[in-house]
């Protein structure tokens, strides 16, 4: 399992540095027009040497879209698993920490709110507040936040019980402190391991919502978008719906691999 | 059979309004009755009750339940439907309807004047919200001096009152006090009744016997709502529909080739325009709404979001409307020039932001702001896009009309004071862009109250003229209908209301 | 008996917390449904007349007390847009949701289990790396973009397949399936993922404990003890582990049923979403919460019965 274990890890981490590279690399490389450009004598074409992953419905190089498209779907899903890391960090620890009465009110509301399918939350808040960049990054950061609030309050709470924080406790540590040097770094980890997975559900959910009309606005180069308008062009060039989906794939598989192999290595339960 | 055969011989000859027809081998053939035709329908139908439905799509289905009290013929002339015939007063301010003799209800009754002003009243009653209820606003009586005979006496002349009511839904009869069930179950006069809906998935119509202009070929009407256009094209390939409407535009082209289908398509289904926002200061300079005029190439535009399928056009009439001005020629892309006029306005090349709120209710839509957009780009203008969902576009467009720059298009709107007064004049029901210029208001205000049709036509042009000088929005094109069908359908060409956007299958039999 | 006195008090709690979330949410949405009916038909004074008609003219707290009454005592009201009775309309969606999500379980146990139970017996092994890289893929894989995958090569290339629309599983329940079985297995392959992950390590503590090595040691088949012997024992948390994904397939099926045009639960959710059809939101929302809460409690109860190990309180 080992040898398994070190295969999956660097393969890995060769994708998420593939497509982190690309994200960053891209958009020095390739100007953004070339992500909008259209040949309108080009149209739904298969790849060829003018066009290295062919062309769209209004003839844009899919290539640069695509290549353009990773930062997109890296920023937003960055930016919304730290949001939700912002918000429900707090909520966890003091819930876990505290326990008692602001745990059970806490908690009762965590619960409620996941019994909403997450994808249904972001979708309300997203139709709510408005499709664009921004509210998509909100929409997905709320919907995630009850998640990680349970999962971080589930760790403050077998920490709390530890020998360790015992002792410091009835040494009269104050609260803040015993927060800030017991608890926080000790759920670090299982926060590590969580947010790894979550980056690959948050790109997988902003590319739902953009394929939902949601998410990213048009013309920017965004996965779900892309394969969104491939949809009516299947059967006549199922390239637009491949290469987009493939580049989804990759990522995802990227930071699920990673996620593992961090779980295996921090998570002492998970072994 | 006789009238019908006189309606469906004028819609073909019509020129202006058809561009195309497929194979026509199989019309020849004789009727025959019987049999339940399938058709892939290319939307969800709504609120059924007739009087309160705005939409062009659930209307699509209604009319083949629903007849109305006058109608329009090819030529845009109002004709009588359900009235015999009727007579408009020299001053213009009383109209009498005589009622056809033996018209029928689905429910079994017979059509008297009872029903008729039942359901005028309905309709300008504001608690039933009835979209057509303005149409009323200047009828100041309606009354039955017998049971064959409508009167409607007007406080003052409005010339495009009849038109008005021939128009979707302003002159569809109901049987009186059937008005609470309209919504679930609609009772009319029309050629099929109503059987049921299974919300979201299909609506089941089927022969209604007793029509007054004889009863229709076919058993019944299946309508199977199939929003994804490339599914209803298969589904009719594989033979599990029998008919679709709205081919996807893509797949036109390829569809007229094939042998062993029936197509049809015609202009206009509805036309489109770009807009500007008039209450923003940067639209209100006439030299910033001719550049992004002279931004578009909309022939280019229209072979990139429609694959072809439309015409170009510099006004909203319709081509075969007697007011249609000719001399229009739309503007030719100059981006050079549309850069000289912005600068000239004070904004040079990277200083103009524009928000561009389009809706995914149309997806050809958000592909032609993106095409823009690009075109936007190269004259120095960033252009963002927000694609609004079909009620956002309505809450923030329509009815907030906060936006900069949007585009729409219109159904059925073929009567040119509703085209003009409505959507150009200050307090127009249409006019979302906050258009207000006095020449256009005096000249649509004038084309109402002027009761002869040759000083109207030119009033008309008049203003489509300002209209274009001024580019308070920029017209782009009317875009093509189309429907397909197997070749066991026979009458398609009787199909297609003279309004574009209705289907009606009164004339149309399936082979056995 | 305390205890689950407590957790249906807590239902109840979570249930009304659960529909203030969902008349709060769907209140702030922009715009409104008389606006949708209209369309750009609409005028001032007709809008008027229909939001009054239509009680959209009340206060918050009056709608909230009106619709929650409905909710209680059956009477779920009309959706504003369609003039349905909603009532009926979610029985009959959740009826079409419902095969899907069945089929979608049945199909990711039969791939997942025997998938699991391989790599558990072939632990480090190439078949444990082969099970463990197809789970990865599955999870990797969206599900739209494996439904878009499906349509173009069972529907589209094959033809074996209706790629879109529902059929009534009352009327034609073979149709039915044939119409569910593309969607279904695109969300099945996702599923698929999590339940051999779960099934492979709950394999192998199981196959590591005494009773198993007995097993082995009294000379019984290698099938035998593996499906008779250690499989019962492992499915207890498999079972959990599916369970507790219903919430997540509620999630998907927004997006799947969309891609294939099959009109269920998800479905009539986004076109409530789409058209601002506040009652039929309120409805499709709450009644899916309220299904995964359900559901979840339940897998919570029976995991205690099956497994009286845990101890209830």
Redesign the interface.
Known sequence: ?RK?LSTKALIGLALVLLVVGIAVLAPLFIPP?RA???V?TARLQPPSFDFLLGTD??GRDLFARVMLGAQTSLTIAILAVGMSIVLGLPLGIISGYYGGRVDNVLM??I??????????LA???S??L???LQNTIIAIGVAFTPFLARIVRGEALRIVQMPYVEAARSAGTRDGLMIVRHILPNVMPALIVQATISL?FAV?AE??LS????GT???QASWGLM?QA???????A?WT?LVP?TA??IT??GL??LG?VLRDVLDPRAR | MKRRDLLASTIATTAALWIGLGPTALQAQEPVSGGTLIWGHSETTQNLDMHQTGTASTSRVLQNIHDSIVTINSDMEVVPQLAESFEISDDGLTYTFHLRDGVMFHDGSTMTSEDVVYSFERLRDPETGAVNFEVFNDVDAIEAPDDMTVIIRMSRPNAPFLARVAENGAGVIIPANSGDIQGETPIGAGAFEFVRREFGNEVELARFDDYWDGPAYLDGILAREIT???VRLTGLRTGELHFINDI?A?RVAEVEADPELQVLTWAPLNFDFMNFNHDVELFQDPRVRQAFDLIVDKE?LM??ALWGQGTTTPTPSFPNDASRNGDLVQRAQDIEQARALLEEAGYPPGTLDVVFKVT?NY?YH??S???I??WA?QAGVNM??????WA?WLSQVWVDRDFEMTMMNFFTIWEPDRLYYSLYHTTGGFNYRNISDPLIDELAEAARGEVDPAARTEIYQQIQQHIFDEALDVLLWYRNGSIAAQPSVGGLDTVVHPNGSNLNFHGVWLQS | MVYIVNRLL?VV??LF??SI?TFG??N???GDVAMMIMGTQSNPEALEGLRESLGLNDPLIVQYGRWIGGVLTGQWGESLLFNEPIAPLISQKMLASGLIVVMTMVMALALAIPLGVWAARH??RWQ??TS?TAA??G????D??IG??L??LFA??LGWLPSSGFVDPTEDFLGAVRHAFLPSLALALGLMAHLTRMTRSAMIGILNQEFIRVARAKGLPERTVVWHYALPNAIGPVMTVAGLQI??????I??IE??FSYTGMGWL??QA??NRDVPL?QST?FV???V??LV?LAVDLLYRVIDPRIRLG
């Open positions: 399992m398994f027009e909008t450009q259209m309108m419905q209004l009762r509301l619960d409620a709110l996941l019994s909403f399918p997450i994808l249904l979708l309300t808040i139709a709510v408005g499709p664009n690959a997988l590319a739902a394929f939902l009309g949601l606005q048009p013309p394969i491939s949809r009516q062009f299947l059967d006549l199922p719906a989906g989804l794939a995802i598989l699920n691999l593992d | 994804e256009p490339t996807p893509e280019l072979q990139g995914t997806p958000v592909e702001a993106q095409i957009a690009e780009r963002t896009i927000e694609q609004l969902t956002d | 807590l709690l979570t917390i659960i979330v949410i769907t702030i949405l922009p632990r480090d444990d790396t463990s990865l893929l999870l990797s894989l969206p739209f973009f878009i995958m349509i173009l589209a290339y919430g997540f397939l509620f999630g998907s927004i997006v969309s891609l959710t986004y979403l789409l939101i929302v899916i919460a309220a995964v809460m979840n």
